[in-house]
Structure formats: structure tokens, C-alpha cells
């Protein structure tokens, strides 16, 4: 009933930039937080940075200075800007949205895309 939908993926040289979108749709009546976390082969899922609906944000330390997430609340899409791009950024970049359905839900869900693959060359 809610779809995430990440965009902007791709293959970029170090030092390079990458802006990746994702757009939630579907049953929604509010989203709080939104976040991107990516994966690489072999290692855990984790955190790369998160936005409320407040825009108060938070960021993995491996991140900080070198990537600005934001959100546009009208268009339910959040953005993540990656500058100064390391071979160690590479993985798949997954969006997740915590939604809540209808005005008298009791908790809110969390929705995940597909992911987009970001690879980052020496």
C-alpha cells in the first residue's frame, strides 16, 4: 500500500558527486522520519543519514561534511547529496520512510525501496 522508489545511482570516480531521490507514494497520511542506510557485500546494513519531518537531521560519522540529506514534504521525497565521493562509499543505498497510514493509526510503519547502487572508482 505505500511504494519507496530510490533514483540517482551510478558509477563515479572519486572525488566525485552523486544526488539520489526517493519518492514515497500509496496509502499515506503523514511520514516522519526519513533515512538512507546501504549495504555492501559482505557487511551490515547501516546508517547513513536520517531526516524528521522537522528537518532535524543526523549522520553516520564516516559521512558528516561530505553528505546533505534533505526533504521536500509536499512532493514526500527525500534527497541525499554525496560530494567527495570514496571507494569506501560504495554499496547499495537503500531509502526508508516511517509512515503513518490514516489519521487514527496507532503506530507508524517503515517502508523500504529497492535500493540504487552507487560505485565509487579509485
Known amino acids: 500500500q505505500v511504494q519507496v522508489v530510490e533514483s540517482g545511482g551510478g558509477l563515479v570516480q572519486a572525488g566525485g558527486s552523486l544526488r539520489l531521490s526517493c519518492a514515497a507514494s500509496g496509502s499515506i497520511f503523514t511520514i516522519d522520519t526519513m533515512g538512507w542506510y546501504r549495504q555492501a557485500p559482505g557487511k551490515q546494513r547501516e546508517l547513513v543519514a536520517t531526516?524528521?519531518?522537522?528537518?532535524?537531521?543526523n549522520y553516520a560519522d564516516s559521512v558528516k561534511g561530505r553528505f546533505t540529506i534533505s526533504r521536500d514534504n509536499a512532493k514526500k521525497t527525500v534527497y541525499l547529496q554525496m560530494n567527495s565521493l570514496k571507494p569506501e562509499d560504495t554499496a547499495a543505498y537503500y531509502c526508508?520512510?516511517?509512515?503513518?497510514?490514516?489519521?487514527?493509526?496507532?503506530?507508524?510503519?517503515?517502508?523500504w525501496g529497492q535500493g540504487t547502487q552507487v560505485t565509487v572508482s579509485s
Open positions: 526508508n520512510a516511517e509512515v503513518r497510514i490514516s489519521p487514527v493509526a496507532v503506530r507508524n510503519n517503515n517502508y
Open positions: 531526516i524528521t519531518s522537522g528537518r532535524r537531521t
